[in-house]
Structures are given as C-alpha cells and as structure tokens.
C-alpha cells in the first residue's frame, strides 16, 4: 500500500466513526465537535485529491463558520443532555434499518456500474485544484450561477434577519 | 430609558426567559460587598435584588456605649473614603448640640480638611468609573495625587485614611509647616493631573458611549429617591448643604455647584469632576484666609472649652484644674444636656446627617448616621433596567457605593 | 413666602387640631408627635399641601425608650422642603407590644429601605411596606439587636478571656 | 512631644510557628538531594508569583488600592494579577470587617480556591474584630478559614501590608511541595470541617 | 425644578463633534498621555529597600516613657484603657516597693501591661488620655505576623531603651545618627 | 507516485524549523506575558515586576512552574472532557497559525537551501484564516464546559464577536490580495522586499481596519469582552485553574504575537529592512537580520496592542456589535471598491 | 486508489445522515445530519471532478457550500424563532406549522 492508501483508509475510518458519533452522542455539544471532526476528516480527502481550495473553504465555512453558528445557538437555548425526548426504540431501529437497506442498495448499485469500475483516481497531481484556475472557471463559464448565488446568499440574510426580529 | 426586552414570549407561556445572575458579594463590580440577583434577558437586566448587610458592624448600637470623643473612631469607618469629612461632620454635631462657638480660622483649616477628603472621594469614584468601564491606567494616575492628600493627613493627625482628625472643639493640634508645604504641592500639582485624568476619558467617544444615557434618573424620581450629593445634582438639582446649611464658615467662600441635566453616568463623572476644580478652588481660598491670620491669631486652632477640649499636656502634668478636666474629659464624665439634633454636612455621598438624642447621660442615648449611600442604593433597580449588564456595573460604580457607609 | 417654623405649625394644627401635640424647636428644626394612627395622613398633608412641599424625606430611623411604658418605640422622620430650605421633624411613638406603624415607602420610595432597617433594628412592623424583611442583619436573627435591652457585645463569642485577645 | 521616634522592638515573626508548615514528620526519611531541590525552586517560584484574591470589604480594601497603585506597587513581587476568580488566585487577602452575614460567603471562596492556598488577614477587623466587638461582626476571620499572616493596623499602612505579604513569601518560600499531604497541614484543615 | 441657589452651574455636556465620533483622535490623543508618562520620573516607594520617612506625628507602635533616670513614668491610672476604643490595653496595678524607686517613679505602678496590636486601631486616644507623660505612639508601623500571641506586646516590647544603661539605643530610638 | 522517496533531508530541515518556531513563539509568549506587565507599570508610573531574578527576568518562569505546581481543579458541575479539551483547542489553533509565516529570506546550510517558512502553500493567507476561525471553539468550548453562567455569557460573547469581527478582516485582506495578486505570505513579502513601498502605503485603511479586527480577534481591549474583568470576572477561564489556565492566558498572547507576525508580512513588509541592500552582506546574515528585522516589527506591534489595552476603556457589548457590522464592514467594502476602481484605472 | 472506494464513503456517510434525520427528534441535530449529507455529496462531486480531470464537479461543490450556508443561516433562525415559543428543539413539537 502506498501511503496515499494509507492515508485514505485512515481519514475514512475516522470520517465514519466520527459521524456515527454525531449520530449517537446524547449531548448536542458533543455532536457539534463530532461533526467538526468529519468535516475535517472530508477536508483532508479534498488534499488528497489536490482540491486545496474546496479543502481551505470546508474548514472556513463548515467548521469555522456554521458549526459555531450551530454551537451558538445551542449554548444560546443551553440545550441539557437529558432535554431531547427520545424517539421508541421501535422508530430507531426502523430508521437504521431503513438507511442500512439506502446503503446497501446504493453500494450494490455503484457495484454493478462499468463505467467507474477501473478509474483510477489520479492523487497529488495536476493543476485542477488551484485557486487560479478555479477562480477563473468560476468568474468565465459559471458567472451567472455565482452571481445568482450571492443574491441567494443576501436573500437569505434578510431572511434569517426577518424571522429572527419576530 | 425605555428598552425593549428582545424574546417576547406569547401570551399564556409560563417560561421563563431570563437567567439569574448572581453578582457578589465577592464579585469584582461589587468594589465592596454587596449581593446583587438581577434577571439578566441575554445581556439586558430585567430586574435585580439587592441584598446589603455583608459588613453590617452595629455602629448605632455602639456609640451609645461610648463618649463623644470615642465616636469619631466610628465615624472614620463610613464612608473611608473621606473619614474627614464624617469625622467633621461628628465634632461639628457634638458642637452644634453643646453650643460651641469656633474661631475662624479652625473654621478654615477644617474647610481644608473636608475639601481635601471630597477630592480623594471624587477622584476614587471617578477613576473607578475609568476600571469598570475598562481602562486602568487612569485611576493610577490619580491615585498618586490621593497618596498626597494622605501624607497631609498623615502629617496633621498621624494617620492616613481612618484618620480620626480633629477633635470636639477643635483640632488636636496645629498644622505644621510641612502640611501646608505639602497642600502648596498638592495645589500645584493636582490641576494639571485632573486636567490629564479629564483629557483620558471624559471626550473618549468609547467612555461617552458608556456612560453616556446609562443609569439615568430625572430630578423627581432622584429627590423621591432621597438622592443627594452628586448624585442628585447629577439629575439637575442643586442643592448642595454647604449653600443651603452652611456649616463651619462655607458662607465664606465662593465656590459653584455643578450640576448635570439627565442624572446618567456621564452626569454623575462630569459632576464629580467638576466638583474637584471647586474643591481644589476653595481649598484656595482658606488657604488664602489663613494666611491673613496674624500673631497670636495665627496660632489658633481649637476653641477655649475646657468642658469639652482636652487640656495642654504641660498644664495636666503641672496643674491640678487641668488633670481634673483631663480626666473628667477622658472618662466621660461630663453630663451631656438633654434634647435631640440632626445636623448634616456635605459628604463625599451627599448629605451625611447625624441624629443625636441625648438624655442627659454621658453618652449618646441613640445615635442615627443618616447614610447617603444607603438610602440611594435602593435606587439601583430603577437606574439599570433595561440597561445591559456592562452598564449595570458601570452605575455601580458611578454611584459611589461605599459598604463601609451603606452597611453602617 | 418664607415659611418659619410658627407658619407650619399653625397650618398642621389648623388641619389636625389637637391630634398633633408636643411641638418643640432644637437647634432651628420644628419638631412635633402624633398619635401612630394618622402618621400617612399627616406625612401626606406635609407633601401635597402646595405651601408646605415637604417632599424630601430625609432620614426615618426608630428610637427605643425603654422607659416610656406603652409608647417604648418611636419612629422619626426628617422631612426638607428643598425650596424653602426648611426641616421638620416628626415623630410617632408606639408600643413595643404592639408595634404596626403605617408605611411611608408609598409616598417616598427612599422610606423602603429605612423601614426595613428600622425593622430589623427594633422590630416596627410598618404596615402595607412591599417588602419588609431584616435588611442588614440575616435573616435567622431571632431579636431586634438596637433595642436597649440587647447586648452589644457578640454573645456566642467564645474567647472573650482568651489571652489571645491581650485580656490573659 | 514624644520622647522617641521608633519603637525599637517591634516582634519579630517566628517562621516555625506558621499554622501551616507542613514539615515532614520526624522518622520519616528525607526526600533525597532532588527533592529538595526541586522544593526550593518550586518554593522560589510559588513565593515570587503569588496571584492575590483581594476579598475587599472595607478601609483595608482601600489600602490594599494604595499598594497597589504606583506609590508601592505590590507588582513588584510578582503578584499584579488580581484575580477575583477564586480558582485562579493562590493568596486570599482578607481586607476588611467580616460580618457573621459574610463568613460563609468567604468560608465557600477558602473552599474554591486551589491548593496550594494562603490567607492572610489584613487589618484590626479582619484578624480580631478590631473596635468592632459587636453582635454582628465575626472576631477574626480564623474562627471560620485557617489564616498563615495578620497584618495588624486599622488599616495597615500600605508598607505594613507589603511586610505581611512578605511574611507569605517567607512562608511560601519555605513550605515543602508536600504541603498539602503532610499531615499537620491535614489536621489544620480538618480542624475548621474542611476535608 | 427650578434652581435653589444662584450657584449652580451646568456641566458640560456638548454633543460628540465629528472628530470625536471618529473614535481615533481622542484615543491617540489618550495614547500620548499614557506614552508621556513613560519618561516620568516613578513616585514608587521600593519599600523593603526604601523607606518612606513617616510624620513626626505618626501613629504606629505604641512605646513607654521613662524619666531622665530611668524610671517608668506609667502609673497604671487605666486613663489609656478607658480611652481605648477597642478596648486593647489590659494592665494591672501594683503598689511600688521601697527599693524600687529607681524602677518607677509613681507609687504605683503597672505590673503588667499589655496591647493587643491585632485590636488595636492606632487612633492614638491613649496617647492623648495619658495623664503622666507615659505611652506615646511611635514612627514604627506594627509588623506582621505569623500567630496570634505575636501582637501581645507587653511591657519589654514597649518600653524605650532606659537612657542611663541603654543611652545608644535610646538614640537610635530618638533616629538620631549614631 | 513518488510520495514514499521522501527528501528525508528536507523532512529533518522542517522538523528543526517546526520545533524552532513553536518553542520560539512559546519562549516569546512567556516573555510578552512579561513585557505586558512590564509595559503596563511603566505606563502607570511603576516599576513593575522586579524582584524575581535580575529586572524581574525570571517572573515568568516562576509564573510558569507555579501554574504548572497548582492543583487542577474540575468542577464537579463541569463537563470533564470538554473541560480538558478547550484550552488544548486554544492553545493548539494558536500555534498552528505560525505555519505559514515566513521568517526570513533562506539560508543555506551544509550545502541545503533551507526556506526560514514551515510551509508555503499557495493559500497561505486563507490558512490562516481558516486556522483564526477555528480559534474560537477554545473559549467557547471551555466557557461553556465549566458550567458557570458568567463563563457561558462569555463564550457567547466570544463567538458572535469572532464571527464579527473575522468577517471585516477578510473583507480588508481583500483589498490588499487584489492588489498583491497571490494567497501566498511569502511571495506577498518578497514582493514587497523587492518593490520600493511596503502594502501600508497603498492600504492604509485597509491595514486599519485588519488592525482593529486584529485586537477583535485576540479578544484585546477594547475588545476583551469575553473576559472583561469587571462584569464577567474574567470570563471563559473563569474555573480554570492551573496549566489549564496557564493555556489561556498563552493562547492570547501566542495570537498576539501571531496576528503581529501577519500584519508585518502583510502591510510592513516582513522581514525587509528598509535602506538596507541585502546583497552587501552574505545571504546568510541577510536572512538573519530578516529575522531581526520581523521579531523586531512584532515587538513594536505587540507594543502597540499593550499599548492600547492601558490606554482606552473597552466597548459594551451592542457597540462592539455595531462598530462591527454598521462601520467595519461598510467602509471594508468601500476600501475595497476603491481599490478596485484604482487597479482598473491603472490598467 | 480505485474511485469505488471514494464512492462508498461518501455513500456511507450519506447513509448515516440519513439514519440520523430519521431517528434523531433534536431539530439541530436533525440539521447537522442534513449538513452531513451535503458534505457526502460534495466529496462525490470533487471525486469525479478529479477522475474527469475538469474543474465543474468542483465549482458544484463550491455553490452546494452558498446553499448549505443559506440554509444553515435561515434553519437556524427558525429553530430559534420556534424555540422560544415552544422552548423545544424537537422537530415532533414544530409539527403544527405555527409560531
């Protein structure tokens, strides 16, 4: 295994532990680091396949912006651990049951697909990641879309603002 | 000061939306000890609870237990910020209440003391003021020039801040030269420090914004209050004891009573500023009027009442009239008439008023301490509603609370 | 119109006739007693009556005479006319058995306090005051410590003898 | 006139007989050369950082300002960093009138504070009760923490609060690492019902 | 309300101008006080190396006089203890023995005398109380100390160097240069 | 897939850098927590500091040894991990920052030529932003963990003004990256180096205003809410006791001395010393007196910071909040609209 | 590295998000999970991106961060809004569509 192996199979496992726990923490603050930890653990995937931008942005905006937006609001209603009433065992099992069959049914999709079956991921190389050329595919072919989003993004501002004043 | 809480919660629900704070009696925006409980929404103080009595010691009781000349210890322990003043205050009491007459020029000196102790009072506050609100420095700087007014203490009654200066009568002895050489410095220094002080904060946009509309109360609600001092004169009330009820010669001197318009903060620190350019400016002049005293007259400084002023050393040690006085004096032994006396002079606070009734005995039978910090800490809830939690502890301080005084 | 101390006297007993009695001057401050009964009325004549606007109130505090059977507690209020620059002193006395004094705290909001220190110093129990708990002292207190027949002295202290205390 | 200027005799403070001296017991063998070494340095860094918790009631509080303040300068030693975060602070000063209202209050700051811990009472009021020998003032603060320095004077001029604080550094200087297991120190505290 | 005396005078209370609502200009200006004061001469006391000479009137540790010969001038009336607010002073009295007269000059004479210096408030009454030139307060503020029976200071703590055999010390009691 | 021949030279070369810098910035933070006491006295009249060692040198050491002597105190109330974990996060987001500050020009030694920069990742200055913004879970996490109301006000303090603040500091950076055309601190100095002006001169407002979201982010007055003493007594650390606390009050200055190193490189330009030719001396003194020349750049800047904090009282909380969002930001992005409308005329 | 790989982790994880949103009553949690779930596809996307060597899998996970952050920002604000009529996080007590 070379260590580009090694280092995808480290950063998965710790991906997945680390949403399971999101998932299975009973204190909310501690889901909140959990997630943070996938968030990083995706940002390290994005090195791996040399999207340095995605991966930077991943940190500032999931980690450094909306988890502490989330982490705010909860110490701000000071959610207790005990606050959230559980849902019956019955309902919990149904839903792992549920997403167990989503993955098992995706994954023997992915499987059967030809088309991905040999590509090799080419790591570490190449320019497609950079700033430079994102920045200009972003400010050339997709112009509209970002313009559109940053309206979205104002919209959603005012949004937020509005409903926050009620 | 109408603020808006921000969670309006819909009519019927039984939440409570705000949390209880506790702020003392060890917190460090108490100075003192006092225990405030406020309802704080977020940063906004919904209400507070005040709870005094931390140093509670008993003064009232324990000065019918003691003779006059014992109770000025006492009264050095209110307000210790300016123990002259309350220590004044007392003798000029006891003097009103056995009908003393004093000479001028004691009249003076004691103008001096008071005026001295009102400055180091104002400037503690003001520069406490400077802490809350986040700048330190400040305060250092003019805590030197009170290290100063305490070596003129130092030099005329030996002590520094529980001073027990002056006695009924009197003063326990004549200021030396090297008091008002000192005072000469002190005059001549202070101004441009105070002018420093004032340059630091009072036109910082960020210290105007703080205090600025925070803590404030109108005339009426101030005088139902029972404020008085800078506080009341904050609010735009100029009533100031020392115009109205002149006590040891102030109708002597020329001096303005400043007053501010809203009773907020910034009133409060302007007025307490300003009043330290008039204290320094009376200081002046009974400098000035102690001056023209000449030969003997100049040598002056207690009256001749040999019932109440405790005889020259020399004369107990030789003269068998004075060791009887002395020791008449000294026991207690001296009968105080019979009857009642408020009387009130113009404290660091406000109006520090002393109730005497006497029975006759050779105690006070009670003695009431008109506190002004006691009476107006009960405005506290009205001044910060509404207000966020930084300006709650900027008013605290701003008031000029003093537990030693509040608690009695 | 300068008010004198023989102004404001004539006009309380124009108002209150002999209910008002004992007036004295010491040291320039008119001072007068009435029965506990019409204190709020007399307090509120001396406020609202336009000529006389005693509207400050200065001190309130309680007097013990132990001495004087049935009228053992007195309450003394300091009122000021800030315009006039003039004092008044005002008493009601009151059994120590049977201490209720109507409340002053809703004409002046400084009487709040003071009548809770005047409670918790000598036990008056003021009548409709919002809040009337012992202030300075805890709450676990048991006696009301101004009154004449209380100590001064801490008596749970232990080592009053004790040579620690220079006494040995 | 007074016949002299000073008092020549003014009692010296006897270390050995500090409360809090936890000096191990006699029998047990010494802690070896390293030990004690590293006793001393820690003693010698512990006495020249000793962050005050100033628990201001009354006059003393406004000395304490003073020596504080540029005229003395108690940042001289190390220890400017008032703190009212009791378990930030390595030395309680006690300044001013402890009521009985009050002693729990301080009883419950002695008990948040981390070891190792120092109290020193500053003033007539705090150590003894000073004039206030009445119904509502605690006598000493000892009768509810265990105290290692008064400091006596109504208020103590700021340089007499610099020699108590300097009495602490002796103190401290001194005091074993072991301070908190040694059993003398143990007693002392259990003393006062503080496990 | 309209005014009560004809000295009031307001406050100045002007509104924000432009420049100060810019924040920078009075903060620098701050900054340069504070600068300033970098070049000022410190007015720190170093105390245990410096000492700050104290009033002649300074009330410290109390003393005891002597006569020019020696002899103990206290003659144990209890004016001081009466005096003592803080009830500080205890002392017991005891008839002077023929033999003693070179001890103390009074007939009587205390026996014991004692200040509590943990109670005591140095407000200086005794010193005024006293009727026969005995207990003065002195320049010497009272030391720290690590227990309580550390401030029971009694009557060797208290008394000044006896000017026939201790003449040096007495000196240096008086601050005069050896 | 080259990756496993390693340069095991240049790993070795970036190991010693990484321990040179960190215990470096560590050494430094211990001396400015000095320096503030320092500075402090002699601005108030005082001499501070003094009897610890020769001038006092030793008093952080002792502060040091006596935190690390202290008890740790875990409030029985507080939540033990998270407890444990908010200072480490702290004082690690802090000391990641230095990863991508160049220090100096290289040196060359035993033949290598060894670039004075841990890393230079073509996103530098967006690394440290993302490093900046995850800053605030340390006092957040710690203020909430300790279970103490004026600890939970604090964190809530901490994060709405770090969200804040961060927001105008990009928006001020923004301006100056147009204009420097490259994420990268170390090109963004050399072009400083070898151009005739520092980036002060052409973004003065700019620097300003990354100056003020500077003292915002390191939670310096007049913006030390989180911990304003006087309210909230000190704030998220406020059950800290011991090492724990010592992280804190470490974090705070290593940001200090970060955010100085940054604005040097960013606005005065790094290590350039002005009027000085590098090539009169041997590249490897020209390096070391770049590195003078940066450490001497941020002493004056955390001077500057101390400077400030004795000087001026600090903000509540609402005008902290409306300097921010009604006057930071606006005029960032009017710095930035004229720095634009400028490029474009130019060209 | 094989990009099945790549393909089940992200379908693992968008699996977990999904088991959250389904078992989990707290309306934050409930959120993260969603977040999850995006962040899932956004590896997918920035794995094709690198296999077919161009830049749009990329530019789409940049826009699905504008979105995700809007609607943090306006979700948040409702959970709020809802919590302090309702003083409840939980998504079963939001069931009535009124504040």
Redesign the interface.
Known sequence: MSTVDILFYLLSAFAIVSATMVLISKNPIHSVLWLILVFFAISGHYILLNAQFGTIVNIIVYAGAIMVLFLFVIMLMNIKKDAEPQKQLLVKLTGVVAGGSLLTLLIAVVKQTTQIENKQVLLKEGTIGLILTLGQALFTDYVIPFEISSVLFLSAMVGAVIIGKK | MEHQTHITLPKGSIEKTTTTLNIGPTHPATHGVFQNIMEVDGERVVSTEQTVGYIHRAFEKLAERRPLYQITPITDRLNYCSSPINNMGWHITCERFLKLDLPKRVDYLRVIIMELARISDHLICNSIVGVDTGAYTGFLYVMQYRELIYEIYEEVCGSRLTTNIGRIGGFERNFTNTAFTKLEKFLNEYPKVLKEFENLFARNRIFMERTKGTGGISAERALNYGFTGPNLRAAGVDYDVRVQQPYSSYQDFDFKVPVGTTGDNYDRFLVRNAEMYESISIIKQAYQKIQEFKGTDAEVYHADVPEYYLPKKEDVYTKMEALIWHFKIIMGEINLPKGQIYSAVEGGNGELGFYLVSDGGRTPFRLHFRRPCFIYYQAFEELIKGGMLSDAVVTMSSLNLIAGELDA | MALSNETIQNKLLEKFGDQVLNFST??G?L?FESSKEINLKVLQYLYEEPSLAF?????L?G??YPDNLGAELVV?Y?LHN??E?I?L?YSVSTSINETAVFTASKL???A???ER?TYD?FGINFIGHPNLK?????DEMDYF??RKE??????T?I?KDD?????? | MRPVRFNLNPKEAEISEAISMGKAPDGVPGDGFFATQLSSVVGLARKNSLWPLPFATSCCGIEFMATMASHYDLSRFGSERVGFSPRQCDLLMVMGTIAKKMAPVLRQVYLQMAEPRWVIAVGACASSGGIFDTYSVLQGIDQVIPVDVYVPGCPPRPEAIIDGFMKIQDLVGQESIRRRNSEKYRDLLNSYGIQ | MQPLTNKAQAVNRAPMTFWERLYLINIIKGMFITFSHMFKKQPTTRYPEEKRAFSPVFRGLHVLNRDEEGRERCTACGLCAVACPAEAITMEAAERQTGEEHLYREEKYAAKYEINMLRCIFCGLCEEACPKDAIYLSETFAPANYTRKGFIYGKPDLLIPNPVTEASDLALARGVEA | MTILAFDWGLVIEKLILIAVVVFGSLGIALYTTFGERKVAAILQDRPGPNRAGPFGLLQPLADGIKLIMKEEIIPTAANKWLFILGPGLAMTASLMTCAVIPWGSDIELFGRKIALQIADINIGILYVFAVVSMGVYGIMIGGWASNNKFSLMSSLRAASQAISYELAMGLALIALLMTTESLSLKTIVEQQVQGSWWNIVYQPLGFLLFFIAALAECNRTPFDLPEAENELNFGYHQEYSSMKLGFYLFAEYINMIMSSAIMASMYFGGYDLPFFDESTVAPNIAAMIGVGTLLIKIVLFIFLFMWIRWTIPRFRYDQLMNLGWKTMIPLALFNLLITGALILANL | MSIQYYIILCLTLFSIGVVGVLTRRNAIIVFMCIELMLNAANLAFVTFARINGNLDGQVVAFFTMVVAACEVVVGLAIIVTIYRSRRSASVDDASLLKL
Request: charge should be negative; include cysteine; glycine fraction near 4%.
């Open positions: 010491a040291s401050i001072s509207t400050f109130l200065t001190d505090c007097v013990n003394v300091h800030f315009s620059n004092r002193r002046f909001e400084s709040n306090w003071m220190e110093f012992r202030i300075l002292n805890v410590p101004l209380y100590p001064l002295e801490d008596q202290r080592d040579e620690m205390f220079g006494r040995g």
